[in-house]
């Protein structure tokens, strides 16, 4: 790669040279990325052919949208490639903890229990169980959760599962991604392993999968081991960066009637929700899907080595096998944080001038830092950098619509920390 155009950027030979080398390491890593993203490249078009995606999919339609056959058949293609009975992809569904909330309550009743077998769940959703009091929990509709921590070494505690679930038990949720705890990610085969063993020890449960973070990192997903659904965020993996909106839930046909009926009303269910012309990004952006989860992968394994490099506990380690498209990095001190996250600003290609500074933010008893320049507010397939200035003082990276800006944005990152003086210069 040609020097000058880093060094126009800010970026100082050191640091470009010190990341070649590093790349030059991560050959074969690569490799089998772009091989993950062939196989889900050909998913997505062979679900795409076999429902005979044509021009008219992308029409607007509004009001009741009845008969949007847009739509419907993009439910069709998310339900072949996923291989389930049933989808519902909505821009009605506001965000990935909107989808998971439906999905609960649409099959959770009074006298129910919920149980996660693997810790404690995503923050959001502590309000919607009302693990954290809240208005409209699942908790105040007379629903109970109960939850079995992962052992020391990170694994099932598959004894305490056991003992865990009882008549009430209604339905197990397993979140994929560590999400911002440092519990390792799920393989989709763990969690195939997991599911298999909750409907051994009672056949009828219902088994949800928060699946944000992970949708084509591997060449399976949680609906093909067993889970009866799946779950997540459009303007996280699926959407591709070109959806600006919108959850979904694939599975069966029976959870997803359920869940349409909550999200809508009793009775109609799937049959409105107009789509007010977002249609050509939903389809253009799952098509892109897998590309683009391959840069931000790629991206990851780039971060992951080149901070262990520079002494940093990463989580996971790069040589690590990889099941969502999250790194956590350990940086040791806020200023590092500050540092780094103004690296992945100052490599946005929106917002670029912009200076991010740690805030107190509801829901967290510290203040938290946030990095991101995105077409999409909020999304975060897009680059960008998070955490709570608090011990370990982990940053969590994730996402890049190319590999080459994630890579940029890392490299800025090493940038604003070799000239802040807050790495070892004899690293480089
Ligand atoms: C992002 C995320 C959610 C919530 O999604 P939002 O779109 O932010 O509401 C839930 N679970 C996991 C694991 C996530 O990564």
Redesign the pocket.
Known sequence: MDKKMYNRLGICDEVVNFSEKILSDLRERFDEIDETAEYNQLKVISAMQKNRVNATCFAATTGYGYDDVGRDNLENVYASCFETEAALVRPQIT???HA?AVALSAILRPGDELLSPVGKP?D?LEEVIGIRESKCSLKEFGISYSQVDLLSDGTFDYEGIKAAITEKTKMVTI?R?K?YQTRPTFSVTQIGELIKFVKSIKSDIICMV?N??GEFVEKIEPSNVGADMIVG?L??NPGGGLAPIGGYICGTKECVEKCAYRLSAPGLGQEVGANLGIMPAFYQGFFMSPTVVSGALKGAVFASRCYEKLGFKVVPGSEESRHDIIQAVELGSKERMVAFCKGIQAAAPVDSYVTPEPWAMPGYDSDVIMAAGAFVQGSSIELSADGPIREPYAVYFQGGLTWYHAKLGIMMSIQKLYEAGLIDRNLF
């Open positions: 965000c990935g903890t998971l995503y959001t979140q991604s999400g928060d944000c973070y965020s303007i996280k």
